[in-house]
Structures are given as C-alpha cells and as structure tokens.
C-alpha cells in the first residue's frame, strides 16, 4: 500500500487549499480513505473519511460545511477540498487507508496504513 500525499502550503485565513493523496498497491474499491492532521504540540485527530466502495462520508464537527472529501473516476486519488482555512486547521496533513468502513470510530482509532504527510500552513 503506497499513499503519497501533495498539495499543502501557506494559505491566507478565510482562503482554500485542496489537497491529494495517491493511492496504489491495493484494491481501492475495498478500503475507506481517511485524512489525518497533526498541529504543533497537539495529538493527531482524524478529519474526514471516505468509503471507496459506496462513497459514505464523515467529518469532524470543526469541519463540517468547510471541507469535503472526494474521489476521482479512476478511484486512484483522494481529494480533500478545504475552504474558510483558519489557524486550527494549521497541521500536517496525512492521507491514510484501511479495509475498514469509514466510521467516525475509524476517524477516531486511526488506519493501518499511512502517507508521509503534506504541511498546511495558515496565517493570519
């Protein structure tokens, strides 16, 4: 399993970033792809998942309205649509996988396999 993440950098608070996260290695239609974020300081908390197979979503509430999680036709890449960017959102961003259904418990326990991490910065 390879989950390669791209697309963080400085943003501007109120602005938007999208991020991506390829995927390989394993049978996409199986699995749920989550987001991740870790700021300075703070422990990991799980932002959002996607079941691949039926499309089923969930957030957590400081996202809720502001970011949405998405995947394109070929099923290869996760994307993660984030708008009204403020300083909590500040972290680094990991693309993460497991066979799991996507469930705010699977947000909250974590996936098996993990990216390396994409760096989202927001200034004011």
């Known amino acids: 399993v390879q989950l390669v993440e791209s697309g963080g950098g400085l943003v501007q608070t109120g602005g938007s970033l999208t991020l991506s996260c390829a995927a390989s290695g394993f049978r996409f239609e199986d699995y749920s792809i989550g987001w991740f974020r870790q700021a300075p300081g703070k422990e990991r908390e799980g932002v959002s998942c996607?079941?691949?197979?039926?499309?089923?979503?969930k957030y957590t509430d400081s996202v809720k309205g502001r970011f949405t999680i998405s995947f394109d036709d070929d099923g290869n890449t996760v994307y993660l649509q984030m708008n009204r960017l403020n300083s909590e959102d500040t972290g680094v961003y990991y693309c993460a996988a497991d066979y799991l259904y996507c469930t705010t418990r699977l947000l909250e326990n974590g996936m098996d396999y993990w990216g390396k991490g994409t760096l989202v910065t927001v200034s004011s």
């Open positions: 996607i079941s691949s197979g039926d499309g089923s979503t």
